[in-house]
């Protein structure tokens, strides 16, 4: 049977669910993957929700919507669980360009400082790092941390940038970003701006300087979302990956949101193209073939493992 033969022949969703029960598993979605699939999720959340369920978690297969560090972080929680990933190339920008390597040397350098490492990177850097956070999770954690301890913040410099000015510490960043935050055009915003002028901005952090200063708003997938729910405002500029304007219109089916627009005008740049690698197609083959699923070594998992629970322990 041929891909397009599949396509026609099966009802993803009923086929899903009927996987679900018969292996025990939960679906875990993240806000930034299509809509179809954060519906048929049991669990939509950002990177530390998601890794708070992973870890209380009863069932026995963990199916990740999401990319490799959130299904790996599923398995350093759960070693005994079988989790899936529906692409094994679903990677993230951040991840990639912060080889174990390259930032064990950048640690080896500053022997003093505290590795403070955002969730987005790879099991291997964060068996490397003192404690991990995510972005809605950062602030706390690093102001639990002594004023006289020198910080190492790892991958990304545009949340490094505006951890600084949150939280007043002096840290030393790593040179990282995301590629599809770092790509809102501050000209069209502008230009949006002025078209919507009762529009609020609202925006993720890792978003660049130019854009978070302007912004109405600043916060995670999850705190972006429940600022929507609280405010009286009708529109909303949102300056965060699409995905999470699915759960927004269903959350607040009145208002109007509006996606940041790119400076590219021919690329849909403002969509991560990890993020949506994941289909109902492969959701449904990787519950049906156990395949591919996330393997680790057992050193690096408990290594990888210490940092995680004062993550969730410090937030």
């Keep these: 049977m041929n891909e397009t033969t599949l396509s026609v022949a099966v009802d993803y969703k009923s086929e899903i669910l009927k996987l679900k029960r018969q292996l025990n ?44 560090f959130m299904a790996e972080t599923a398995k350093i929680l759960n070693p005994e669980k079988l989790v899936l990933l529906p ?4 990677s993230c920008s951040l991840a990639d360009g912060c080889p174990a390597d390259k930032f064990k040397a950048f640690k080896e350098l500053h022997p003093d400082h505290l590795a403070i490492t955002y969730i987005n990177s790879t099991a291997e850097v964060k068996a490397l790092s003192d404690i991990i956070c995510t972005s809605s999770s950062a602030e706390k954690i690093i102001n ?24 007043g510490r002096n840290m030393l960043l790593w040179d990282g970003s995301c590629i599809v935050h770092e ?4 000209r069209k915003i502008i230009e949006l701006k ?12 890792e978003c660049e300087e130019a854009i978070l200063v302007r912004s109405d708003y600043i916060g995670s997938t999850s705190k972006l979302l429940s600022f929507i729910k609280e405010d009286s405002s ?17 959350a607040e089916p009145d208002k109007e949101f509006i ?7 021919a690329c849909v740049c403002n969509n991560c193209p990890y993020m949506k690698l994941n ?5 449904y083959l990787c519950m049906k073939n156990k395949y591919p699923q996330i393997i680790l070594d057992e050193d690096l998992r408990k290594k990888a493992l210490l940092p995680i629970e004062k993550m969730i322990l410090m937030s």
């Design 194 to 205: 002025n078209k919507f002028p009762d529009a609020k901005l609202i925006s993720h952090p």
């Design 279 to 283: 289909t109902m197609e492969k959701l």
């Design 234 to 250: 009708k529109q909303y500029i949102v300056a965060t990956e699409t995905g999470i304007i699915h759960q927004m219109k269903k």
């Design 25 to 68: 598993a939960v679906i875990l979605a993240h806000y930034y993957q299509e809509s179809e699939i954060q519906d048929i999720a049991d669990f939509v959340g950002d990177s530390l929700e998601l890794a708070k369920i992973a870890k209380s978690t009863k069932a026995d297969v963990i199916v990740f919507a999401g990319v490799h």
């Design 87 to 90: 692409d094994f190339d679903a």
């Design 144 to 167: 639990q941390i002594p004023k006289e301890q020198p910080i190492l913040f790892s991958p990304d410099r545009n949340l490094g940038k505006y951890l600084i000015k949150k939280t």
């Design 183 to 186: 790509t809102f055009s501050e």
């Design 259 to 265: 996606p940041a627009p790119s400076e590219d005008e």
